[in-house]
């Protein structure tokens, strides 16, 4: 299927909210930290700015995103973890927990026969052409099996690929100077997900399995 939105709608949906959840808090970091605030005070306000984003749009789509609300979750989770044990590291290092989740969750759908990106191109699809262009994307899973194939090799690329970043988040998190840990993983974060989602977009155009 071809895709009716515009190349530039496209690429600014994708990019916004990577500018929100990842250079804003950057930035607030590091301003606070160069204004006397610790660690700790800088990471939590930076954190604030994903969460909020994230709950605007669960209000804004009026339904349950289970990936939406896991997101506010692991976060809370992990940030009064991380202040119970007083380890600013952790604290740094929590992201890479919550990547790590992500990613597992995602070769789990896969292990159930149900892989999240079929759930994520329908409601795409139907975002795009309605509710009748959701239902014949995702009826395509039942009655090919190159579709089939390429949702489930796609989901696994992103699974393994967030775990992957999970490994070298943590390790950043406890090898590098604290300072230096939100600026390198931001750096690796960007990388990884331009790398993911140019497979991603390269691998569906050629196979036909754009929602």
Known sequence: MTVDAKPGARWGAVLAPVLVDLVVPLLIFYGLRQSGVGVVGATLAGSVIPVVRTAYSLVRGRRVDWMAVF???????GTI????????????????????????WMLGTVA????????????IAEAKRGKGGGSAWAGRWDGEPGFRHGIRLITIVWGVGLVF????????????????????????????????????????RKHDLLA
């Open 165 to 204: 970043d999970a490994v070298v988040r943590v390790g950043i998190a406890y090898a590098l100077p604290l300072d230096a840990v939100p600026g390198v993983t931001t750096i690796q974060w960007i990388v990884l997900f331009a790398l993911l989602y140019g497979f991603m977009m390269i691998y569906s």
């Open 71 to 77: 997101m506010i979750i692991a976060l809370a989770v």
């Open 81 to 104: 973890a991380s202040l119970a044990m007083h380890s600013p590291r952790m604290l740094l290092a929590k992201d890479g927990v919550i990547t790590a989740l992500c990613g597992l």
């Open 112 to 123: 159930l026969g149900k892989p999240l990106l079929l759930s994520i191109g329908r409601g």
